[in-house]
């Protein structure tokens, strides 16, 4: 119930303008992260079309390089709910270009928003990232 009423507080700080180009929302397998995908379709009339999307790659056990590739070759923006550290180290390796940990500390609740300014190649198998927004439950 908790992690409902953060995600519900998060849906309340950012207007839907910020989402009107996502196309799909993409979760894990778990629970909490399918529940997190239904609560923000739910909570933003734009994602009224926007399909829900099971993605084997998001699950924690999964290896981060394969899930960036996954994003890299996405055409539309796409919002992910999953899991820590996996989203962390994914930020990480989308933006440095190399999996790891310490470049965001990604607390449940937390929405942060990535823009690829560099496509895939054969030096950056993901592309190159930035982040454009990052909002965690203590600065709602």
Not at 20 to 34: D, F, M
């Amino acid at each position: 119930e908790k992690g409902r009423k953060q995600v519900k507080k998060l849906i309340k700080s950012i207007p839907e303008s910020e989402f009107e180009e996502v196309s799909e929302i993409w979760h894990s397998s778990l629970v909490r992260s399918i529940q997190t995908a239904e609560v923000l379709k739910t909570g933003y009339t734009v994602f009224r079309d926007v399909e829900l999307h099971e993605v084997d790659e998001l699950d924690p056990e999964s290896d981060v390089v394969e899930m960036g590739k996954l994003l890299a070759d996405c055409e539309g923006d796409v919002v992910l709910c999953g899991h820590n550290p996996f989203l962390a180290e994914l930020v990480t390796a989308l933006c440095a270009g190399e999996p790891g940990v310490g470049l965001v500390e990604l607390k449940k609740g937390s929405m942060i928003c990535l823009e690829r300014e560099m496509d895939a190649n054969e030096f950056l198998q993901m592309g190159l990232w930035t982040i454009q927004r990052f909002v965690t439950p203590r600065i709602l």
